[in-house]
């Protein structure tokens, strides 16, 4: 699902010409969250499907964008971090393996060992 920022007003009037027009199209119902505590005030939220029946998101502008601009730091990923996390991970689990290594694969609750082998993922 795809989220789309559009003013507050225009998101009502979407609304209201589903509900009059094609009320199956609404997925969910407008829903109006209060983030005044934060300094955003309210952020309208409607869950749409589109001819296709593909959900969209509609999100109120005002709340929204500012929200996403105040979340932002605009930094690029900390490659040397991942990998040194990916590395701790990966030795962890191999540690982990050696000391019981009748446990992976197999879900363990309490003492009792139980095979997950036969089910599909």
């Keep these: 699902r795809n989220a789309l ?3 507050a007003e225009q998101i009502r009037s979407i609304h209201k010409t589903l509900l009059e ?3 199956e199209r609404i997925a969910h119902e407008l829903q109006e969250l ?3 505590n934060v300094g955003l005030g309210i952020l309208l939220i409607l869950i749409i499907t589109d001819p296709n029946g593909l959900e969209l998101c509609l999100v109120s502008s005002e709340a ?3 929200a996403i601009r105040d979340a932002a730091d605009f930094l690029g990923p900390d490659y040397d971090t991942r990998k040194k996390l990916a590395i701790e991970y990966a030795e962890a689990v ?3 393996k050696k000391e019981t290594p009748d446990t992976f694969g197999w ?3 309490g003492n ?3 095979d997950l082998s036969h089910m599909e993922l």
Aim: proline fraction near 14%; hydrophobic fraction near 40%; avoid cysteine.
């Design 107 to 109: 879900a363990v609750v």
């Design 112 to 114: 009792e060992h139980i």
């Design 64 to 66: 929204f964008e500012p």
């Design 94 to 96: 191999a540690e982990a």
């Design 21 to 23: 027009k094609q009320p």
């Design 5 to 7: 920022s559009l003013p």
């Design 34 to 36: 209060d983030e005044g």
